[in-house]
């Protein structure tokens, strides 16, 4: 069994930052991906950014330049610094974890951006 635990959301003005924090706990390897989602109201989810455990990242067209993620292996927790958030990028935010050919998800943490 995997467990992930989200932190850090909350309200912020559009231009702030916020950081999101993800821990994973359980049967984890050493070769996954772990990545952020989003889904905002009446949206689909998508994918925000990922990272593999080798160090390769990715992110969407509409937060790059703008979120960062990174990875404390050690840990197990991924990270997504988000800077000069906009409106639009307000949406529960999930971690989630691949490996093995199987994912799973934390239980999303709120992310309100007020223009």
């Known amino acids: 069994q995997v467990q992930l635990v989200e932190s850090g959301g909350g309200l912020v003005q559009a231009g702030g930052s916020l950081r999101l924090s993800c821990a994973a706990s359980g049967s984890i390897f050493s070769i996954n991906v772990m990545a952020w989602y989003r889904q905002a109201p009446g949206k689909q989810r998508e994918m925000v950014a990922a990272a593999t455990s080798g160090g390769t990242t990715n992110y969407a067209d509409s937060v790059k330049g703008r979120f960062t993620i990174n990875r404390d292996n050690a840990k197990n927790t991924v990270y997504l610094q988000m800077n000069s958030l906009k409106p639009e990028d307000t949406a529960v935010y999930y971690c989630?974890?691949?490996?093995?050919?199987?994912?799973?998800w934390g239980q999303g943490t709120q992310v309100t951006v007020s223009s």
């Open positions: 989630n974890l691949q490996q093995f050919r199987r994912e799973y």
